[in-house]
């Protein structure tokens, strides 16, 4: 199969992740619940992979980097854990359920109230526009730091000049995780929510929720910790107070091994993304029945229609009689395919990792032009 889903999840993984992973599975401890040596070592791994993750994306120290499960589980501790009652909230409409069904749970449970972005006519976020949703009891600003459905990248550093200091910055960075550069301290982000499955070269289950000193999240799961088990509430302290329950240290891991694999190989792999997707746009505007909705861009995106044909019959077409994989539908942001006038059919989405070259473009026009 030739894979082209890997906005869904990254499809190839670096020989060193796999190896990671293996090894990981052969030792069987748990980090940092125990005295032995072995307990110990894992969780020197699991704090160097906390060191790593705040380096590369310009983070604010260890503590403040917590695992999750998945980067949904990790917007919704930013989200859940920091609005209350009486909150207001901003996200665009480019947005991922993973950001917009947390918003719309604290509305009908708590009273939360949250605006929504549009596109520009240009098809851009203004950060003027941003701006002009700003209440007095704004607290929360959430915006993608690429759109799963196009791949276009908001400004989120003129975003957070755009609106007042008091209000946190949050980012949904599970498509530019490892494609496009991401500095939290430099943009002004408080919280960067992160899948470790998709750019950054880990397998599932490998995320985490970076936060600032000016975020305090209240933990939404609660049990074991390893540290102060003579209370009977959490901790008080960073990460422990937000991580119950044990890590999976083979995430973990694959996630240390596919950050390094990105520190030492994310500019050129962007620019190979670059090249991807403009070659297979410059290809499909040679074709009357298909329109694209992205432009070139470093997280390896190409969204497109058939004039004629439904988006989920496009993408099933490719699978069942060209052997390739990409993803029909709404991709679970269904404000972004309403602002973009795809709704409710959705768009073909085919997405491109760093690792693959012209032979997968060449395959999918081959297979399209048959369509």
Not at 19 to 48: D, F, I
Not at 87 to 107: G, M, Q, W
Not at 260 to 268: D, F, G, S, W, Y
């Amino acid at each position: 199969m030739i894979y082209l889903d890997n906005a869904a999840t990254g499809g190839f993984k670096p020989a060193s992740v796999q190896n990671a992973v293996l090894a990981a599975m052969r030792v069987c401890a748990n980090p940092g619940r125990s005295g032995h040596r072995l307990s110990l070592a894992l969780a020197e791994r699991v704090l160097a992979c906390r060191n790593l993750l705040s380096e590369t994306f310009g983070g604010y120290g260890y503590e403040r980097a917590v695992f999750t499960r998945s980067c949904t589980e990790a917007l919704d501790l930013a989200l859940l854990g920091t609005l209350k009652p009486g909150d207001h909230a901003i996200c665009t409409c480019l947005e991922h359920n993973s950001v917009l069904r947390p918003l719309e749970h604290l509305k009908r449970t708590q009273g939360v109230e949250y605006d929504v972005v549009p596109l520009g006519e240009d098809g851009t976020i203004s950060p003027d526009t941003v701006a002009a949703l700003v209440r007095e009891n704004t607290r929360v600003c959430c915006v993608t730091a690429a759109s799963n459905v196009t791949g276009y990248a908001p400004d989120l550093a003129a975003i957070r000049r755009a609106i007042p200091e008091r209000i946190l910055l949050f980012a949904d960075g599970a498509q530019a995780g490892g494609h496009l550069p991401i500095h939290m301290k430099k943009t002004g982000i408080d919280a960067l929510a992160l899948a470790g499955h998709k750019g950054l070269h880990a397998i599932q289950g490998a995320a985490a929720l970076l936060f600032s000193d000016r975020v305090d999240p209240d933990p939404i799961l609660f049990g074991g910790t390893g540290s102060e088990s003579f209370r009977l509430d959490m901790p008080d302290f960073y990460p422990d107070r937000l991580e119950a329950g044990t890590l999976s240290y083979p995430a973990i891991a694959s996630l240390f091994e596919g950050l390094l694999t990105v520190k030492a190989q994310r500019r050129e792999g962007a620019e190979n993304l670059v090249r991807l997707t403009s070659a297979l746009l410059s290809a499909l505007s040679a074709m009357p029945r298909y329109k694209a909705y992205s432009k070139p861009n470093g997280c390896g995106i190409v969204a497109f229609s058939h004039d004629m044909l439904p988006s989920e019959e496009v993408a099933g077409i490719l699978s069942d009689r060209f052997d390739i994989a990409v993803r029909g539908g709404l991709h679970c942001a269904p404000l972004a395919h309403k602002a973009l006038g795809t709704f409710p059919g959705g768009l073909v989405r085919a997405s491109f990792s760093p690792f693959q070259s012209m032979r997968e473009v060449n395959a999918l026009v081959g297979a399209l032009k048959k369509i």
